[in-house]
């Protein structure tokens, strides 16, 4: 496991493999689309966090997770949705191709 001693007492730094998807994904957004569009998605983490946390480990999720729930996502879509100008929006488009 990431983080745990071996047998020789050195600590093992390889990710497990759910950061290692994590972080293709990271990387194939930022390809695709700008820094910013991207960024906002983040807020969605520790929504799936404890989504998959009740799930997988059978974790509580209760009324006042799912309203603040509600909150951080019509935060994330106004961000997303808002009319913005021909130059901020420039500013916002997938990057460059080579």
Do not use: C
């Not at 994904?25 to 820094?35: D, I, N, S, T």
């Not at 999720?61 to 913005?84: H, S």
């Amino acid at each position: 496991m990431a983080g745990q001693s071996t047998q020789n007492g050195a600590a093992d730094a390889r990710p497990r493999s759910p950061a290692r998807v994590a972080y293709l994904l990271w990387y194939w957004a930022l390809a695709h689309l700008a820094a910013a569009r991207v960024a906002i998605f983040t807020n969605l983490q520790p929504l799936a966090t404890a989504l998959l946390g009740q799930l997988f480990l059978g974790e509580r999720v209760t009324a006042a997770f799912f309203g603040a729930a509600a909150v951080v996502m019509a935060g994330v879509l106004l961000a997303q949705w808002r009319a913005t100008d021909a130059a901020e929006e420039a500013l916002l488009e997938s990057p460059a191709k080579p």
